[in-house]
């Protein structure tokens, strides 16, 4: 019995999107972080 490339690459598939997810979550959060910083810090000005 032969295993189909299609069984074999759909974990790899599922991997690469869930990693994909996380990074693209990360840079968001570190865009937001950084915001909020620049935020403060012109309240500090005020």
């Known amino acids: 019995m032969q295993i ?3 069984v074999l690459l759909f974990p790899l598939l599922i991997w690469s999107a869930v ?12 865009r937001i972080i950084r915001l909020l910083e620049e935020i403060k810090e012109q309240h500090k000005k005020d």
Request: glycine share 0%.
């Open 4 to 6: 189909p490339w299609i």
């Open 19 to 30: 990693i994909a997810t996380i990074v693209y979550l990360f840079r968001c959060l570190h």
